[in-house]
């Protein structure tokens, strides 16, 4: 089926339409599949970062061990004087300390450490074990007041060769150890995480579940229980303080296993994505406000023109009912002494009539296309004053061929009405006004 010419702008307009609302729903919903993806990257990202702080630590811990390693062969070489606790050529970084074969604590890297001075060791395990296997130590945790520390120290041999498949030559000098407080390896590597999104950590023991250190916000989370059991799916879950994304990892450090447990509100790791998505939907709505704001105001014109078109047809119907044919007149003879402006009503209250028609003539050397409505015969007027195109109706009740004559005021007023529709550019000539009232007298 061909659509009419006059409609297919309209139907492109709501196919154009339709497209644009199908293509918005379709990102509308592709939102949400972003967002699942979107959320399951967050909590993968907060996974790395966990086991990267993990890996940082096991990683302080080796290379304080290798470092220890290092400085003991240069203490045998150098013959380096430790007995004041002031020498900084071992290790500029980390304070050492140093146990002869008694366990006498006899020496350090730095005054900051002068308290250790003549301290005996010989019954500690990180100095029995680094003697009975010749092999770098990590001690377990050691409560230090209301801090915790680890001992990490490697045996002295004056000949001294550190590896799993060749045995140690030379004689026991002791032990060299460093002191690592857990709360410094807190600062140098969980803080920088936990600070950037607001989260908290546990940091426990995996075997004994005791807490080692923690974030002093942590119990705004629930219950310790209630965390532990959550921490073997990498997820976020439903807490007392709201969505939250537990992450946890291993470390080894020496002979023990300890748990790392981040928790991050979900919402502080989301936020950016929120803002967007908050700006999506915005600019859906506004989207969606202005297809429906064009798609009725596209109706309305639609409609309208339709509503036009009808009163166009009547009028053609009407009119060429009472065989009104009109058409632009050019060139008639004039005397006018002014031109009518467009969009007026003209009361011309001069005696004479000629004044009107000559106004009304003008008006069609213009380019106007007229309607006389007169009470004189309009084959007399059209001969006097050369008009061919121009139709005419007379107001009179005699019925004579091929003259439209009407003396009913709303069928005169229907007419003008439809003729102006018709032709927007027109004029129209009515003489006979007192005729029309004394024939349509107005009922009180």
Same mark, same amino acid.
């Given at each position: 089926?061909?659509?009419?010419?006059?409609?297919?702008?309209?139907?492109?307009?709501?196919?154009?339409?339709?497209?644009?609302?199908?293509?918005?729903?379709?990102?509308?919903?592709?939102?949400?599949?972003?967002?699942?993806?979107?959320?399951?990257?967050?909590?993968?990202?907060?996974?790395?970062?966990?086991?990267?702080?993990?890996?940082?630590?096991?990683?302080?811990?080796?290379?304080?061990?290798?470092?220890?390693?290092?400085?003991?062969?240069?203490?045998?070489?150098?013959?380096?004087?430790?007995?004041?606790?002031?020498?900084?050529?071992?290790?500029?970084?980390?304070?050492?300390?140093?146990?002869?074969?008694?366990?006498?604590?006899?020496?350090?890297?730095?005054?900051?450490?002068?308290?250790?001075?003549?301290?005996?060791?010989?019954?500690?395990?990180?100095?029995?074990?680094?003697?009975?296997?010749?092999?770098?130590?990590?001690?377990?945790? #050691?409560?230090?007041? @209301?801090?915790? =520390?680890?001992?990490?120290?490697? +045996?002295?041999?004056? *000949? &001294?060769?550190?590896? %799993?498949?060749?045995?140690?030559?030379?004689?026991?000098?002791?032990?060299?150890?460093?002191?690592?407080?857990?709360?410094?390896?807190?600062?140098?590597?969980?803080?920088?995480?936990?600070?950037?999104?607001?989260?908290?950590?546990?940091?426990?023991?995996?075997?004994?579940?005791?807490?080692?250190?923690?974030?002093?916000?942590?119990?705004?989370?629930?219950?310790?229980?209630? #965390?532990?059991?959550? @921490?073997?799916? =990498?997820?976020?879950?439903?807490? +007392?303080?709201?969505? *939250? &994304?537990?992450?946890? %990892?291993?470390?080894?450090?020496?002979?023990?296993?300890?748990?790392?447990?981040?928790?991050?509100?979900?919402?502080?790791?989301?936020?950016?994505?929120?803002?967007?998505?908050?700006?999506?939907?915005?600019?859906?709505?506004?989207?969606?406000?202005?297809?429906?704001?064009?798609?009725?105001?596209?109706?309305?014109?639609?409609?309208?023109?339709?509503?036009?078109?009808?009163?166009?047809?009547?009028?053609?119907?009407?009119?060429?009912?009472?065989?009104?044919?009109?058409?632009?007149?050019?060139?008639?003879? %004039?005397?006018?002494?002014?031109?009518?402006?467009?969009?007026?009503?003209?009361?011309?209250?001069?005696?004479?009539?000629?004044?009107?028609?000559?106004?009304?003539?003008?008006?069609?050397?213009?380019?106007?296309?007229?309607?006389?409505?007169?009470?004189?015969?309009?084959?007399?007027?059209?001969?006097?004053?050369?008009?061919?195109?121009?139709?005419?109706?007379?107001?009179?009740?005699?019925?004579?061929?091929?003259?439209?004559?009407?003396?009913?005021?709303?069928?005169?007023?229907?007419?003008?009405?439809?003729?102006?529709?018709?032709?927007?550019?027109?004029?129209?000539?009515?003489?006979?006004?007192?005729?029309?009232?004394?024939?349509?007298?107005?009922?009180?």
């Amino acid at each position: 089926m061909q659509l009419p010419k006059n409609h297919i702008w309209l139907f492109a307009l709501i196919l154009i339409l339709v497209l644009v609302a199908a293509g918005l729903i379709a990102n509308f919903i592709s939102v949400y599949k972003i967002q699942t993806v979107t959320i399951e990257q967050i909590i993968e990202n907060k996974y790395l970062e966990t086991k990267l702080a993990g890996v940082q630590i096991e990683t302080h811990i080796t290379l304080l061990q290798e470092e220890l390693t290092q400085s003991g062969k240069l203490f045998f070489s150098n013959n380096l004087d430790l007995g004041h606790c002031q020498s900084k050529e071992i290790s500029p970084q980390t304070p050492i300390l140093y146990a002869n074969e008694e366990g006498q604590v006899v020496g350090c890297t730095s005054i900051d450490l002068a308290d250790y001075a003549n301290l005996n060791i010989k019954e500690k395990d990180y100095f029995q074990i680094p003697f009975q296997t010749q092999q770098p130590y990590v001690s377990a945790q #050691i409560k230090q007041g @209301t801090n915790r =520390q680890l001992i990490v120290s490697v +045996p002295l041999y004056e *000949t &001294i060769t550190y590896t %799993t498949s060749q045995s140690v030559v030379g004689s026991f000098r002791g032990v060299m150890f460093s002191v690592v407080d857990i709360n410094t390896l807190n600062l140098l590597y969980l803080t920088p995480v936990i600070n950037n999104q607001e989260s908290s950590f546990i940091l426990l023991d995996q075997k004994s579940k005791e807490v080692i250190v923690q974030s002093e916000d942590v119990e705004k989370y629930g219950s310790f229980d209630e #965390i532990i059991r959550n @921490t073997k799916s =990498q997820t976020t879950i439903d807490l +007392p303080h709201g969505p *939250t &994304i537990i992450t946890s %990892t291993t470390l080894l450090i020496g002979s023990e296993e300890w748990q790392l447990i981040i928790l991050t509100p979900f919402e502080q790791v989301a936020r950016e994505f929120y803002t967007i998505q908050q700006q999506y939907f915005i600019l859906f709505f506004l989207m969606s406000v202005a297809i429906a704001g064009t798609f009725i105001f596209t109706y309305i014109l639609y409609r309208s023109k339709q509503k036009v078109e009808v009163k166009l047809e009547q009028a053609q119907s009407t009119l060429e009912k009472l065989g009104i044919h009109s058409a632009t007149e050019e060139h008639k003879f %004039t005397q006018a002494d002014f031109h009518l402006q467009p969009n007026q009503i003209y009361l011309i209250t001069d005696q004479q009539e000629n004044h009107a028609f000559e106004l009304f003539i003008d008006s069609l050397n213009q380019g106007h296309t007229g309607l006389g409505i007169i009470r004189a015969n309009p084959d007399e007027i059209k001969k006097k004053y050369h008009l061919q195109k121009t139709p005419f109706i007379w107001l009179s009740p005699q019925k004579i061929q091929n003259i439209i004559s009407e003396t009913e005021v709303n069928s005169v007023s229907g007419i003008i009405e439809e003729f102006v529709t018709k032709h927007p550019k027109s004029v129209i000539l009515l003489d006979g006004m007192d005729y029309l009232l004394l024939q349509n007298p107005l009922e009180l």
